[in-house]
């Protein structure tokens, strides 16, 4: 088995930054590409970044394009979303997802392992 845990949630006033990170656990070869998406409750779970295995491509979403940076560290078996300039219509639930495919897509179907998901509130 894998295990995904995010960790770095919080709150934050609008324009501030926070960073999220993602531990792999377990079998860490069933996880190559890495993405993070977010959802509110009665909503669809949307993209927000992904990186290839070997971190050499990225990926991100219109949304939060320029303020949203996404990282891996193999070595520790960790991945990060560094979120800057944050705004209110961030506020959702942060998951991250892996896949053993080398590349990230924006599809939730492409992934195979799911963490739990960390809370990330903005106030205005």
């Known amino acids: 088995q894998v295990t995904l845990v995010e960790s770095g949630g919080g709150l934050v006033q609008a324009g501030g930054s926070l960073r999220l990170s993602c531990a792999i656990s377990?079998?860490?070869?069933?996880?190559?590409?890495m993405a993070w998406f977010r959802q509110s409750a009665g909503k669809e779970r949307e993209f927000v970044s992904g990186?290839?295995?070997?971190?050499?491509?990225?990926d991100v979403a219109e949304s939060v394009k320029g303020r949203f940076f996404v990282s891996r560290d193999n070595a520790k078996n960790e991945a990060y979303l560094e979120m800057d300039i944050l705004k209110p219509e961030d506020t959702d639930v942060y998951y991250c997802?892996?896949?053993?495919?080398?590349?990230?897509?924006?599809?939730?179907?492409?992934?195979?392992?799911w963490g739990q998901g960390t809370q990330v509130t903005v106030s205005s």
């Open positions: 990186i290839s295995y070997n971190g050499g491509y990225t």
């Open positions: 997802a892996g896949d053993a495919r080398a590349y990230p897509t924006q599809s939730e179907e492409g992934y195979t392992t």
């Open positions: 377990g079998r860490t070869d069933y996880v190559a590409a």
